[in-house]
């Protein structure tokens, strides 16, 4: 076999497997991108069904809320109704890390971060980043004593800084 002729077949191989490679790139982009728009497809679907049939009612998301979680020295505290969205839709809107960083860098947590309220609305407690203090009012306008509020004050500041810290150290997702 000549030289020439050598070189004319390594070149077609060449050529046809270039191609092959070339078409099964095609059909698996193409594979990918139908699987994606049924997946997507089936989630609007369920939403959709969801809300349609009314699968979780207003009230019934008031109960949950209502629920009494913990109660201190004999007042019972629920859950934050002004909460975050749901689990589900942050996973769907790509939201869970922008939260999860928000949340724990202090840098990004605004001036009152934590507002919780218990049933009768009588006890709220405040945690002003500013100055890193604790109080805690009640409608009688009675305060925390002092060495308690010391106390929570120098918590915070500890837990704060450890997170942050933690926060900055910890490899981000790609």
């Known amino acids: 076999m000549s030289t020439r002729t050598r070189n004319k077949i390594r070149e077609y191989l060449y050529v046809k497997k270039n191609k092959l490679q070339e078409n099964n790139t095609i059909r698996s982009t193409r594979n990918a991108f139908i699987g994606l728009v049924i997946k ?76 919780r309220t218990d049933i009768t609305n009588q006890h709220r407690v405040i945690f002003n980043l500013s100055n890193d203090k604790v109080y805690k009012f009640s409608i009688t306008g009675k305060r925390v004593p002092t060495n308690t509020v010391s106390y929570y004050t120098t918590l915070i500041r500890v837990i704060s800084g450890y997170i942050s810290e933690s926060v900055r150290n910890m490899p981000t997702r790609q």
């Open 40 to 115: 997507m497809a089936f989630m609007a679907a369920l939403l959709v069904v969801q809300q349609a049939s009314a699968a979780i009612k207003k009230n019934e998301v008031q109960e949950v809320q209502g629920e009494e979680i913990f109660k201190v020295e004999g007042v019972p505290y629920m859950a934050n109704p002004d909460g975050p969205l749901s689990p589900i839709m942050l996973y769907l809107g790509k939201k869970v890390d922008y939260i999860y960083k928000k949340r724990m860098d202090s840098l990004e947590i605004k001036k009152y971060p934590s507002w």
